[in-house]
C-alpha cells in the first residue's frame, strides 16, 4: 500500500461478521454439508460472552474438513454486503487527501477473509483472521494476511501492529465492530485517542459498553439503525469523515 508523505494518516480495523456483512459466514461456508446450526452455535457462544473463541475454534475449524477453494471463491462472490462498505472502504483508502489503511480484523476463517479481499475489495485491504482454510490460497492471496486472530484480545494487537507501522495521525484511529468479540478493540481505540464504533451492537457488547466509566464510553459510539431502515455502514463512513474534519480540518 502507497502511504503518500504529507497526508495525514488513518487506520481503521473492521469486525466482518455481523459488521460487514449480514451473513455468518463461518455457518454460511458450511451449509451445504449441513453444518449451518453447529457451527452457528459455536459462534453464539463466544460472541455472547459465555467462552472465549479460543475455546470453540478448534470445533469451528473441524467443521470447514470438506470446505474447497472453489465453495470459498463462489460464496464470496455472492456474498452479501451491507449498504455502504464497499464506498467506505474504497473512499478512505482512494482519497486525495487521507492516507487511509483498512484491515478486517475477525476471527473469521483466514482463508475466507483473504478471498473477499480479492473478489469484494480488489485487494486494498489487510487481513487478520483465523488460522483456517489457508491451504486453500494461492501465494499472493496470502499476502494481506497480517497476524492471526485466536482470541479476541489479539484484535488490539491488530491495531497497535498498524500504528506502529503507519503512525496514524492522532486521534484517526477506528475498530468497528458489533458483538463482544469486539469489545477490547473497541475499548483499545478509545485509549489512543480513536473511536470505537460498535456497529448495530447486539445486546451483550451494549451491556458491556454502558458499563465502562464515563471517559471511556465517550471514546465509543453506538450506532443502531433508523426507524424503519437496516443498517447502513455508511453511518461507519460519517462517524470517521467528521473525525478527520475535526482532527486535521481535511475533507474527504
Known amino acids: 500500500m502507497m502511504i503518500t508523505k504529507g497526508k495525514p494518516r488513518l487506520v481503521l480495523t473492521t469486525d466482518v461478521n455481523g459488521t460487514t456483512t449480514p451473513d455468518n459466514t463461518f455457518a454460511e461456508i458450511v451449509r451445504s454439508d449441513d453444518h449451518y446450526d453447529g457451527m452457528e452455535g459455536l459462534m453464539n ?30 460464496y464470496v462472490i455472492k456474498m452479501p454486503l451491507f449498504t455502504g462498505v464497499e464506498k467506505t472502504f474504497e473512499t478512505l483508502v482512494s482519497s486525495e487527501n487521507i492516507d487511509g489503511v483498512i484491515a ?17 475489495h ?13 491451504d486453500c490460497l494461492m501465494a499472493e492471496e ?3 494476511l497480517i497476524r492471526k486472530i485466536l482470541s479476541e484480545t489479539d484484535k488490539t494487537l491488530v491495531l497497535d501492529d498498524l500504528i506502529k507501522a503507519y503512525q496514524p495521525y492522532p486521534g484517526l484511529i477506528f475498530h468497528v465492530g458489533d458483538t463482544l468479540g469486539d469489545f477490547p478493540a473497541l475499548v483499545h481505540a478509545a485509549n489512543q485517542g480513536g473511536l470505537g464504533i460498535a456497529f448495530c451492537p447486539n445486546d451483550a457488547l451494549t451491556q458491556k459498553i454502558n458499563a465502562l466509566n464515563q471517559h471511556i464510553r465517550t471514546g465509543i459510539v453506538q450506532v443502531t439503525p433508523k426507524p ?14 467528521r473525525k478527520i474534519r475535526e482532527k486535521t480540518g481535511t475533507l474527504i
Not at 228 to 241: C, E, K, L, N, R
Request: one cysteine or more.
Open 45 to 74: 457462544r463466544y460472541t455472547t460472552g459465555q467462552c472465549p473463541f479460543s475455546d470453540v475454534f478448534p470445533k469451528m475449524n473441524q467443521l470447514t474438513t470438506h470446505v474447497d477453494r472453489a465453495r470459498i471463491i463462489q
Open 104 to 120: 478486517l480484523s475477525t476471527t473469521g476463517f483466514g482463508g475466507l477473509m483473504a478471498l473477499m479481499n480479492k473478489y469484494r
Open 122 to 134: 480488489d485487494f486494498k485491504l489487510k487481513v487478520a483472521a483465523s488460522p483456517a482454510l489457508l
Open 142 to 144: 496470502k499476502t494481506c
Open 228 to 241: 424503519g431502515t437496516g443498517p447502513d455502514y455508511s453511518d461507519v463512513f460519517d462517524i470517521v469523515f
